[in-house]
């Protein structure tokens, strides 16, 4: 099945959660988060993404729907690839990075393996996927089938058409289209918290002191 078009985020939602730090996001959010094995593959000379979430589902050996999705996509666009962590054959190379980029995609991730990394490195654009391969996937005379903007499952996290991608070297996490505003209230700017916490500790105080670890371990009578 392919839905054409979807409900993408506003350019001024995608722009407030560029000040979005994933990893802040990680001490508070229990959900959306991809699994570690599912990484940057240094494809690009920064690892930072924002976009809106294209999503596609293939069968492992079969790329059709891939191609596809590097038509319909639309500047700003994260293409998301459900392949069920199957690692030998890439879906992905130069020629469909080439495609996503003239499409004006911001980058993929892929649930699976990615090929020639060093092309795609020249042309400097953010891979996140679980493994690299020189294996690829066929040129099927015809498709197994596959789905284009429906709810997929990438690392472990469920994500839907128009979601947020936000990834950095650490991974990706997914932000609900509908838990925007609510992230870009609380997350962006930041508090300057984590830098207070350090200059405390070079002034001499514990980290344990100052997060209550101590007190935590006092009443539990754990010392």
Request: glycine content about 10%; hydrophobic content about 40%.
């Amino acid at each position: 099945m392919v839905i054409d078009n979807f409900d993408r985020p506003s350019d001024d939602q995608l722009s407030a959660l560029e000040q979005v730090d994933p990893n802040e996001l990680g001490h508070h959010r229990h959900f959306g988060h991809s699994s570690p094995e599912l990484r940057f593959m240094r494809t690009a000379s920064s690892a930072n993404i924002v976009g809106s979430a294209l999503t596609v589902r293939i069968p492992p050996v079969d790329g059709t729907m891939v191609h596809k999705a590097t038509e319909l996509a639309e500047p700003g666009d994260v293409i998301v690839i459900q392949m069920d962590g199957h690692e030998t054959n890439a879906p992905w190379g130069e020629v469909t990075t080439h495609a996503a980029v003239a499409s004006g995609a911001q980058g993929v991730v892929i649930d699976g393996a990615v090929t020639d990394t060093a092309a795609i490195r020249d042309i400097d654009f953010p891979v996140f996927a679980r493994a690299r391969s020189n294996r690829t996937v066929y040129r099927l005379r015809q498709s197994l089938g596959g789905d284009i903007n429906v709810p997929v499952q990438v690392g472990g996290a469920v994500v839907q058409p128009g979601d947020v991608a936000i990834g950095n070297e650490d991974g990706v996490v997914f932000v609900p289209q509908d838990e925007i505003d609510h992230v870009i209230e609380h997350y962006t700017g930041g508090d300057g918290a984590e830098s207070e916490i350090i200059d405390r500790l070079y002034e001499g105080e514990s980290l344990a002191d100052i997060s209550g670890a101590n007190d935590r371990i006092a009443e539990r009578d754990l010392s």
